[in-house]
């Protein structure tokens, strides 16, 4: 039993796709609210234009 748990510790395959899934989802967060402030600027930019047409 000792043996199997000491496996089990040592064993960071599992870990490693955790780490994968956490960088992947924060990157997905950043791209978002870049995209968004980028939307609302440019939306910003053609309503400015809009009025001044």
């Known amino acids: ?11 960071e ?4 796709a955790v780490e994968y899934g956490l960088l992947a989802g924060l990157i997905a967060l950043v791209i978002i609210g870049a995209v ?3 939307g609302t600027r ?3 930019i053609f309503t400015t234009i809009t009025a001044g047409i």
């Open 13 to 16: 395959s599992g870990a490693t």
């Open 36 to 38: 968004t402030t980028l």
């Open 1 to 11: 039993m000792s043996k199997l748990f000491a496996r089990f510790a040592n064993d």
């Open 42 to 44: 440019l939306s910003t």
